[in-house]
């Protein structure tokens, strides 16, 4: 079992930058694959990033790579998201997600917990 909360949400932008946080709780950190999802008003959940227990693998959406970054801190049981080159179309409620396996996922399925979610408002 392993709890998870998002922060670092907010009103940005165009153009800008933010750093979201995921904070886990319970089970060791990484034995964890950790994921991203971004949620925009009326549309589905859909896959942003995800990175394997130690980061050896990483994924990316393909209309996020080169602008946003996930990365890990395994020893202060965080993932984060970093958010660069922010667009309109990126606004969205952002959630962090866990899933106990090796091989990052990019199907929301795949993910055994969830955080509450935390919101990202870009505008022009």
């Known amino acids: 079992q392993v709890q998870l909360v998002e922060s670092g949400g907010g009103s940005v932008q165009a153009g800008g930058s933010l750093i979201l946080f995921c904070a886990a709780s319970?089970?060791?950190?990484?034995?964890?694959?950790m994921g991203w999802f971004l949620q925009a008003p009326g549309k589905e959940r859909d896959f942003v990033a995800a990175?394997?227990?130690?980061?050896?693998?990483?994924y990316y959406k393909k209309s996020v790579k080169g602008r946003f970054t996930i990365s890990r801190d395994n020893a202060k049981n965080t993932v984060y998201l970093q958010l660069n080159s922010l667009k309109n179309e990126d606004t969205a409620i952002y959630y962090c997600a866990a899933d106990l396996t090796r091989i990052p996922k990019v199907t929301q399925g795949e993910y055994d917990y969830w955080g509450p979610g935390t919101q990202v408002t870009v505008s022009s």
């Open positions: 990175i394997s227990g130690f980061g050896s693998t990483i």
């Open positions: 319970g089970r060791t950190f990484s034995d964890y694959t």
